[in-house]
């Protein structure tokens, strides 16, 4: 080999290696979403620049997204398929696993209610929701939580329970406030329709879990900071995809 061929050489292993290491710089992250759109491309978005914000320069994050139809999803929660619904979520998070993802996320509060059967299907970590959301409010040493979202999420353990494990007392609204959140998610703003009247709902909600005690509230559905931000609330608000997306972040990039 000739000294030309010799440096060559060495040039593009170099090269190889400086590549690998820019790889290495992210996990990647399947992410089950489309349940719904609305929100999911807030998840993308944030992810985005949160990785950007991170790392700098034209850095974006390392996804894989599969996006299911909703349509279907909404159906078998309101006939209370959920066995059904564990399948779904279980094979989309197989085919991101074969697509080569190292952790999931399901960009949904509701379809946490399936999380163990895709954990069973995949055995990759997944970045629970309500878990982050918890270790977001006990960082700022609340105490008193409401919860909003859909019914499912409001009035089943398989939510609530993680708030109250993680040391929280949880807070709903009453039943036929519960029925009122729930359409409006539902009916407007996975449709992505976005109503005054629908804001001023949600905040007369809060306002009167606040005078009950809640000392901060969770947006407990992917779609409800679209409608409600932190301005319209007397009390600390926290955005489940906002945190979750920023858990997201830590994935991707944090301390391996």
């Not at 996320?105 to 990759?124: E, P």
């Not at 309500?130 to 609340?142: H, R």
Request: net charge negative; hydrophobic share 40%.
């Amino acid at each position: 080999m000739s000294v030309y061929q010799q440096q060559n050489l060495q040039q593009q292993t170099l090269q190889q290696k400086t590549l690998q290491q820019k790889i290495l710089h992210q996990r990647t992250l399947g992410i089950i979403g489309g349940m719904s759109w609305e929100s999911t491309q807030s998840y993308y978005r944030l992810i985005n620049q949160g990785v950007k914000e991170k790392l700098g320069g034209h850095h974006s994050a390392d996804l894989l997204i599969h996006s299911v139809d909703f349509a279907l999803i909404n159906e078998l929660q309101e006939q209370g398929e959920w066995d059904e619904l564990g399948v779904i979520m279980a094979s989309s998070g197989t085919r991101l696993q074969a697509a080569g993802v190292q952790g999931l996320l399901i960009a949904t509060n509701t379809m946490h209610k399936v999380v163990d059967k895709v954990q069973a299907a995949t055995g990759l970590p997944i970045i629970h929701i309500a878990e982050v959301t918890a270790q977001a409010i006990n960082k700022q040493g609340l105490k008193t939580i409401a919860l909003l979202g859909t019914q499912f999420t409001m009035t089943e353990d398989f939510y609530k329970q993680r708030l109250i494990n993680a040391g929280l007392q949880v807070l709903v609204p009453d039943t036929i406030m519960q029925k009122e959140i729930h359409r409006i998610i539902n009916e407007e703003l996975c449709l992505g329709k976005f109503q005054d009247s629908s804001r001023q709902y949600y905040v007369d909600v809060i306002k009167q879990l606040a005078a009950q005690g809640a000392e901060g509230v969770i947006l407990g559905c992917t779609e409800i900071g679209l409608l409600i931000s932190q301005d319209d609330s007397p009390i600390p608000v926290f955005d489940t995809t906002a945190i979750h997306a920023a858990a997201a972040v830590e994935f991707l990039v944090g301390d391996r």
